[in-house]
């Protein structure tokens, strides 16, 4: 089935220790987006790639890092920089028009 | 700036009940695009509708439908006869036309009870 897979769907991490979120996509979009939710809140945008081998920081990058090698792929690591990263994150690719969204990953650090 | 207000933060209906959430956007693009999605308790995000900026005419799918007003920057939603499995959170996004970004309101949570 095409869609867009994270996992996984919950993670636990401790303090000071980098973790790295899966998002694999397999509609063939080109752009591929990172979201945070917090709890009563919309989402805000993390990074976000237009094409392989590029991507850009939208508006709460500071503490996360990404990679685009690869079209279907786009890995978002939450490191230790990122000062309150317990949060639900939301994977988006999206060709022309609408972003779909994956099923999230809930990432809660103990 | 982009931006999108979405003032109701929780609605509660009871079952049948007509209800509308509202939407209001800014963006200084004159070419742009409206968005409606659904998040169930779930969590994943699920595609309502897509609206361009140049198409004012209303969209009706079934029990929902949407009425687009440029004049007052308004994108707004109403389901029809609600039912319980309507109850979700409702978020309202808006992007230009490289879809670069989508900008989202902060979101309606729609409580439907029987």
């Known amino acids: 089935d095409g869609g867009i897979t994270q996992s996984p769907k919950y993670l636990f991490r401790k303090e000071g220790q980098n973790v790295t979120l899966s998002c694999e996509q397999n509609?063939?979009?080109?752009?591929m987006y990172w979201y945070r939710q917090d709890p009563g809140q919309g989402l805000r945008l993390i990074y976000y790639?237009?094409?392989?081998?590029?991507?850009q920081k939208g508006d709460i990058a500071e503490g996360y890092s990404v990679s685009r090698e690869k079209k279907e792929s786009f890995p978002l690591t939450v490191t230790s920089a990122q000062k309150n990263p317990t949060a639900f994150y939301l994977c988006?690719?999206?060709?022309?028009?609408?972003?779909?969204f994956g099923q999230g990953t809930r990432l809660t650090v103990v | 700036a982009q931006k999108v207000t979405q003032a109701q933060t929780e609605i509660s209906v009871v079952e049948k009940e007509d209800v509308t959430l509202d939407c209001v956007y800014e963006?200084?693009?004159?070419?742009?695009?409206l968005f409606w999605y659904k998040q169930p308790p779930s969590g994943e995000l699920v595609f309502l509708i897509r609206?361009?900026?140049?198409?004012?005419q209303n969209e009706i799918s079934g029990r929902y439908s949407w009425n687009f007003q440029k004049s007052t920057s308004s994108f707004n939603f109403t389901i029809t006869a609600s039912q319980v499995v309507d109850s979700a959170v409702y978020f309202c996004?808006?992007?230009?036309?490289?879809?670069?970004?989508?900008?989202f309101g902060s979101g309606t949570k729609l409580n439907v009870k029987p």
């Open positions: 988006a690719s999206s060709l022309q028009g609408a972003a779909f």
């Open positions: 509609l063939n979009h080109d752009a």
């Open positions: 790639s237009q094409i392989v081998n590029d991507f």
């Open positions: 963006t200084r693009d004159t070419t742009y695009y």
């Open positions: 609206r361009n900026s140049f198409d004012e």
């Open positions: 996004a808006l992007s230009g036309d490289n879809f670069n970004k989508f900008y």
